[in-house]
């Protein structure tokens, strides 16, 4: 069984840094993009970050640009989120997420990851 789970989430000031991480069991994907996406209350599930298998692609929605890095090791089976100079915008629940997919893109549609971990709450007060 699949499992998918974040840690790293809590409680910061805007123009912190917080890195979220998050472990893959059950399943090796040294080959599937993965990806970060987030839910702020009362609004939709939205792409944050994907990076393609070897790491050499790396996509990110313009929101977070110049201030999230992606990253994976396929050894650990963990991708990771580096946020610096969080804004209380970034508010959300960040979920990790896994596309079942031979690729050498990164993906950044909801509907392209199968797997999903439970998510961790950041929190940014002003």
């Known amino acids: 069984q699949v499992q998918l789970v974040e840690s790293g989430g809590g409680l910061v000031q805007a123009g912190d840094s917080l890195r979220l991480s998050c472990k893959v069991s059950?399943?090796?994907?040294?080959?599937?993009?993965m990806g970060w996406f987030r839910q702020a209350p009362g609004k939709e599930r939205e792409f944050v970050a994907s990076?393609?298998?070897?790491?050499?692609?790396?996509t990110y929605a313009d929101s977070v640009k110049g201030r999230f890095t992606i990253s994976r090791d396929n050894a650990k089976n963990t991708v990771d989120l580096q946020m610096n100079s969080l804004k209380p915008e970034d508010t959300a629940v960040y979920y990790c997420?896994?596309?079942?997919?031979?690729?050498?893109?990164?993906?950044?549609?909801?509907?392209?990851?199968?797997?999903w971990g439970q998510g961790t709450l950041v929190t940014v007060s002003a």
């Open positions: 990076i393609n298998w070897n790491s050499a692609l790396t």
């Open positions: 997420a896994v596309a079942n997919a031979l690729t050498r893109d990164t993906k950044t549609s909801i509907s392209d990851y199968t797997y």
């Open positions: 059950g399943r090796t994907f040294n080959y599937a993009p």
